[in-house]
């Protein structure tokens, strides 16, 4: 289909890691992200990564991208209580970004 | 980091009245904004595409003449609901392109703002 695919829900203990998944549908998007929702705020761009590359390593963030299987995954290390947020996988098509609907991270005491 | 400001963040009206909102780059130019409109529990859907200086592209299914979009300057898109219906309330949010960086074609997000429609 058009859309770009998420699971709605992750729940993770304090803690553990935490693996967001997303399926994208253009092969030819050059940049695809990684944005955060806090409850009540506008998105912010945790992280992206270029089509070239399969790997991205921001501090307790690791992106990884398998560009034949179109799929994108978020792993954040160490998860803490302030990850709880939405987070948003978005393509770069020709005519802007696409997000998915968003996977809400819940974090476990 | 460039930073998306947006107002106001809560606005509570009658239903008839029109409420704008505003959405400033305050550290970049931008001669492309965008608006969203986020359900609760949803992705964001794009209402319109601003471009400074000329006419917004709105998405199929948005009607121009209800949301009132002006991009008069490279800091300042605008979005007017007009006549404001309680299905009109919702969490809009603005983004905006930053004209100096576009190779990666990251957006900045405002902050949204929530408008309830009594």
């Known amino acids: 289909g058009e859309d770009v695919e998420q699971s709605l829900f992750l729940s993770v203990r304090e803690g553990d890691s935490s693996v967001i998944n997303c399926t994208y549908t253009d092969s030819s998007s050059t940049y695809l992200y990684w944005y955060k929702q806090e409850p009540g705020a506008g998105l912010q761009l945790l992280t992206y990564?270029?089509?070239?590359?399969d790997m991205k390593q921001d501090q307790r963030l690791t992106v990884l991208l398998n560009k034949k299987d179109k799929h994108l995954s978020l792993r954040i290390a160490d998860t803490q209580t302030g990850d709880s947020a939405i987070y948003f996988c978005a393509e770069k098509r020709a005519d802007g970004l696409t997000f998915g609907k968003g996977t809400h991270l819940i974090i476990q005491p | 980091g460039a930073v998306v400001s947006q107002h106001p963040s809560r606005v509570i009206c009658k239903s008839g009245t029109s409420v704008k909102i505003e959405c400033r780059s305050l550290d970049f130019q931008a001669t492309t904004m965008f608006w969203y409109r986020q359900f609760p529990k949803q992705s964001l859907m794009l209402m319109a595409t601003s471009n400074e200086g000329s006419k917004a592209t709105y998405e199929q299914g948005v009607e121009k003449d209800k949301f009132l979009i002006n991009h008069a300057s490279l800091t300042l898109s605008t979005l007017t609901v007009t006549s404001a219906h309680p299905e009109d309330s919702s969490f809009y949010i603005c983004s905006a392109r930053d004209t100096g960086r576009t190779g990666t074609g990251e957006l900045f997000f405002g902050e949204g703002s929530r408008l309830t429609v009594l």
């Open positions: 990564i270029f089509s070239n590359m």
